[in-house]
Nanobody, 117 residues
Framework: QVQLVESGGGLVQAGDSLRLSCATS????????IAWYRQAPGKERELLAA???????YYSPSVKGRFTVSRGNVKNTAALQMNDLKPGDTAVYYC???????????WGKGTLVAVAS
């Protein structure tokens, strides 16, 4: 069984940086398209950044210039580098991956990022 696991969240001060990672536990899968979302309390889940298999990238205006999505240093992992964090970035962050061959969609359970002012 495949499970996506996000890591790297925590409590930081405004202006700090964090690097989130996304990897599988259990069976491994091939990461095709990768996306990062977040959901703040009382708000809908929001697409932040996406990296397609052809290396096309998308960033939400709210994070463009501060966040960078990438494939991880280890094969079939993903990362989200977050710089200049703001209190408004406080949310649970989710990794979403599309598997290369089947196109099946996988979600992690999220990691909490809290930014203090």
């Amino acid at each position: 069984q495949v499970q996506l696991v996000e890591s790297g969240g925590g409590l930081v001060q405004a202006g700090d940086s964090l690097r989130l990672s996304c990897a599988t536990s259990g069976d491994t899968i091939c990461f095709s398209n990768i996306a990062w979302y977040r959901q703040a309390p009382g708000k809908e889940r929001e697409l932040l950044a996406a990296l397609a298999s052809n290396n096309y990238t998308y960033y939400s205006p709210s994070v463009k210039g501060r966040f960078t999505v990438s494939r991880g240093n280890v094969k079939n992992t993903a990362a989200l580098q977050m710089n200049d964090l703001k209190p408004g970035d406080t949310a649970v962050y989710y990794c979403n991956v599309e598997e290369c061959d089947s196109g099946e969609d996988y979600w992690g359970k999220g990691t909490l990022v809290a930014v203090a002012s």
